[in-house]
């Protein structure tokens, strides 16, 4: 069965940058034929699409992170990476690594277990 | 941005019976990019619903969604136990992608 898993730091410093990886594992399918995202929920915004990679490196993320956002990705170690630069408490949140088919029918079919990341001095 | 607006907020209901969420857009979503997710505490939101209307693998008949254009609707019926959670919305028509604030299905 296909899984993603995140990883993270925890506690991040303000105006710092935030990384989180994703692995992926188990799963036979066409991995280029997919998004590979993080999406973050916390109480005050609920869930948020933060962007999504595809297989090649062409990204597209959400403006409301006025270009803090940087992903990377290489299928061949089955991983993807997010870094949020200048980190403020308002980046606390549970993070989550998802995967998203190319295409019609786009939806988020599978989710890691989430990161909890805390913005504090 | 699309801006998706879940009613009622809460929904208090027993088991058996029929639970009814809605979801409204700001701008029209074409039917394939429109999705349900189910969320249940200390857990990831699970896909129910893809392309407003197809159930996702393992997922019982008795959810179903339906509607087009800025109104879509998720169905449960006879609720089961294991369906008291927390129920979303997505759109992914445009970028940037958008969820609703979610509707809690609670046990009366």
């Known amino acids: 069965q296909f899984q993603l898993r995140e990883s993270g730091p925890g506690v991040v410093k303000p105006s710092e940058t935030l990384s989180l990886s994703c692995t992926m594992s188990g799963g036979h399918f066409r991995k280029t034929t997919y998004y590979w995202g993080w999406i973050r929920q916390s109480p005050g915004k609920g869930l948020e699409w933060i962007g999504s990679?595809?297989?090649?490196?062409?990204?597209y993320d959400n403006p409301s992170f006025k270009s803090r956002v940087t992903m990377s990705i290489d299928l061949s170690k089955n991983y993807f990476s997010l870094d949020l630069k200048s980190v403020t408490a308002a980046d606390t949140a549970l993070y989550f690594c998802v995967r998203h088919p190319v295409g019609a029918d786009d939806a988020f079919d599978v989710w890691g277990q989430g990161t909890a990341v805390t913005v504090s001095a | 941005e699309i801006v998706l607006t879940q009613f009622p907020v809460t929904l208090s209901l027993s088991p058996g019976e029929r639970a009814t969420v809605s979801c409204r857009a700001s701008?029209?979503?074409?039917?394939?990019?429109f999705a349900w997710y189910q969320q249940k505490p200390g857990q990831p939101p699970r896909l129910l619903i893809y392309g407003t209307s197809t159930r996702a693998p393992g997922i019982p008949d008795r959810f179903s969604g339906s509607g087009s254009g800025t109104d879509f609707t998720l169905t449960i019926n006879r609720l089961d136990p294991e369906d008291f959670a927390v129920y979303y919305c997505?759109?992914?028509?445009?970028?940037?992608?958008?969820f609703g604030r979610g509707t809690k299905v609670e046990i009366k």
């Open positions: 990679i595809y297989h090649n490196g062409v990204t």
């Open positions: 997505q759109q992914s028509n445009s970028s940037p992608y958008t």
């Open positions: 701008q029209n979503i074409n039917s394939p990019y």
